[in-house]
């Protein structure tokens, strides 16, 4: 009884199958990606760094006329030199930052109590006692030796763990060959992978064509914009001899592919090791305004120049998006979940579209 009324509830809203192999497509992708997610892994990161390239492809292959193939093969080279230049030079002064701020967290916790307490000292009358004193209460009740024997723990299980080491060393490998052939035979995989779609795919292809151009550019446009805020970041740290300024830096930049939640994370890290490192002074009140002048020209300036074609989409629902994904898919829900809610978004469009066009006009109603 239920299928039946279904049925005849769709039959009078629309005029072919599209919409609901539309639904299948997505709910039956959903449920791969939950499944084998981590398996997937490398897949989706090799086909996020063709993309990438791909840009560059094309500008080399029809503005400057050369062969597609040869293009191919020399931004591939291009972006592997990038690669092993990061590892060589930048990932181990990273790692080497990381682990200097774990070792020095206890430290850095109590250089952060001691400002505290300085400041209710010095302004009594400005800032409540109380407040101050729960503040001191909170990092006081942190034991130092746990935080000593956690930081050590983790030195530990970073040094032994071959088993991670050996997949990310793998994961080096793989996601660079696949991102080549991704790039190499993009035309073959597609076609395949047209070819194993259902015929009556007209619904995906016009849902497909509404956000294509959308997620080009923020998939682009969130490349520059990384790049740019951690380059500027870094100097504006370095300026101020701020510690740990490349690390936080990288997650300063890495903050902007999690619109809102990201900023609002980051700024955290930020302002406990400068407050930590310069106390309540005036040059920490300058270098917290600078950061906050990068995130304030970020948001206004360079996100409406990098993305002339935005997605439409409220701040509310981006926030959802967020959450929901990130809290079905981890690390790759929060990567996807703009795309992931355009890709909704229009899906919403293409069903509300139909269905208006498959309504009775209004004379034929009368009549």
Same mark, same amino acid.
């Given at each position: 009884?239920?299928?039946?009324?279904?049925?005849?509830?769709?039959?009078?809203?629309? #005029?072919?199958?599209?919409?609901?192999?539309?639904?299948?497509?997505?709910?039956?992708?959903?449920?791969?990606?939950?499944?084998?997610?981590?398996?997937? !892994?490398?897949?989706?990161?090799?086909?996020?760094? !063709?993309?990438?390239?791909?840009?560059?492809?094309?500008?080399?292959?029809?503005?400057?006329?050369?062969?597609?193939?040869?293009?191919?093969?020399?931004?591939?080279?291009?972006?592997?030199?990038?690669?092993?230049?990061?590892?060589?030079?930048?990932?181990?002064?990273?790692?080497?930052?990381?682990?200097?701020?774990?070792?020095?967290?206890?430290?850095?916790?109590?250089?952060?109590? #001691?400002?505290?307490?300085?400041?209710?000292?010095?302004?009594?009358?400005?800032?409540?006692?109380?407040?101050?004193?729960?503040?001191?209460?909170?990092?006081?009740?942190?034991?130092? #030796?746990?935080?000593?024997?956690?930081?050590?723990?983790?030195?530990?299980?970073?040094?032994?763990?071959?088993?991670?080491?050996?997949?990310?060393?793998?994961?080096?490998?793989?996601?660079?060959? $696949?991102?080549?052939?991704?790039?190499?035979?993009? #035309?073959?995989?597609?076609?395949?992978?047209?070819?194993?779609?259902?015929?009556?795919?007209?619904? $995906?292809?016009?849902?497909?064509?509404?956000?294509?151009?959308?997620?080009?550019?923020?998939?682009?446009?969130?490349?520059?914009?990384?790049?740019?805020?951690?380059?500027?970041?870094?100097?504006?740290?370095?300026?101020?001899?701020?510690?740990?300024?490349?690390?936080?830096?990288? $997650?300063?930049?890495?903050?902007?592919?999690?619109?809102?939640?990201?900023?609002?994370?980051?700024?955290?890290?930020? !302002?406990?090791?400068?407050?930590?490192?310069?106390?309540?002074?005036?040059?920490?009140?300058?270098?917290?305004?600078?950061?906050?002048?990068?995130?304030?020209?970020?948001?206004?300036?360079?996100?409406?120049?990098?993305?002339?074609?935005?997605?439409?989409?409220?701040?509310? !629902?981006?926030?959802?998006?967020?959450?929901?994904?990130?809290?079905?898919?981890?690390?790759?829900?929060?990567?996807?979940?703009?795309? $992931?809610?355009?890709?909704?978004?229009?899906?919403?469009?293409?069903?509300?579209?139909?269905?208006?066009?498959?309504?009775?006009?209004?004379?034929?109603?009368?009549?």
């Amino acid at each position: 009884m239920i299928h039946q009324y279904i049925k005849r509830w769709y039959s009078k809203k629309f #005029d072919s199958n599209e919409p609901a192999v539309f639904i299948f497509v997505i709910v039956f992708a959903v449920l791969i990606i939950n499944f084998f997610g981590d398996l997937l !892994a490398p897949i989706l990161a090799g086909i996020v760094i !063709a993309y990438l390239l791909g840009a560059a492809v094309s500008f080399l292959s029809k503005r400057l006329k050369i062969n597609r193939t040869l293009a191919v093969y020399l931004v591939f080279i291009v972006f592997i030199a990038i690669v092993v230049s990061l590892i060589l030079f930048l990932l181990p002064k990273l790692m080497h930052q990381a682990g200097q701020f774990i070792k020095t967290l206890p430290a850095q916790l109590q250089s952060l109590h #001691d400002s505290l307490f300085s400041l209710a000292q010095k302004y009594p009358t400005l800032i409540k006692k109380t407040q101050i004193q729960e503040a001191i209460d909170a990092i006081s009740s942190i034991r130092m #030796d746990k935080l000593a024997g956690i930081s050590q723990f983790l030195i530990k299980f970073s040094l032994t763990s071959l088993t991670s080491l050996a997949t990310w060393l793998v994961y080096l490998f793989i996601v660079p060959l $696949l991102a080549f052939f991704f790039l190499k035979d993009k #035309d073959r995989i597609i076609q395949w992978f047209v070819n194993m779609l259902p015929r009556q795919r007209g619904a $995906l292809e016009e849902v497909w064509a509404d956000v294509k151009p959308q997620l080009g550019n923020y998939v682009k446009g969130k490349t520059i914009e990384l790049i740019i805020v951690s380059v500027v970041t870094y100097i504006g740290f370095i300026v101020f001899d701020l510690n740990y300024a490349l690390l936080l830096a990288i $997650l300063v930049g890495l903050s902007v592919l999690i619109p809102y939640i990201g900023m609002v994370v980051v700024t955290i890290p930020v !302002a406990l090791i400068g407050l930590s490192q310069y106390g309540f002074s005036a040059e920490f009140l300058y270098m917290f305004i600078v950061y906050l002048i990068i995130q304030a020209l970020d948001g206004n300036v360079l996100v409406p120049l990098l993305y002339s074609e935005a997605l439409s989409l409220h701040p509310v !629902a981006v926030i959802a998006a967020l959450l929901i994904f990130g809290g079905i898919w981890g690390f790759w829900g929060l990567f996807f979940a703009i795309p $992931l809610a355009a890709l909704i978004n229009s899906g919403i469009r293409m069903w509300i579209r139909r269905n208006i066009n498959n309504q009775p006009s209004v004379s034929k109603v009368i009549k």
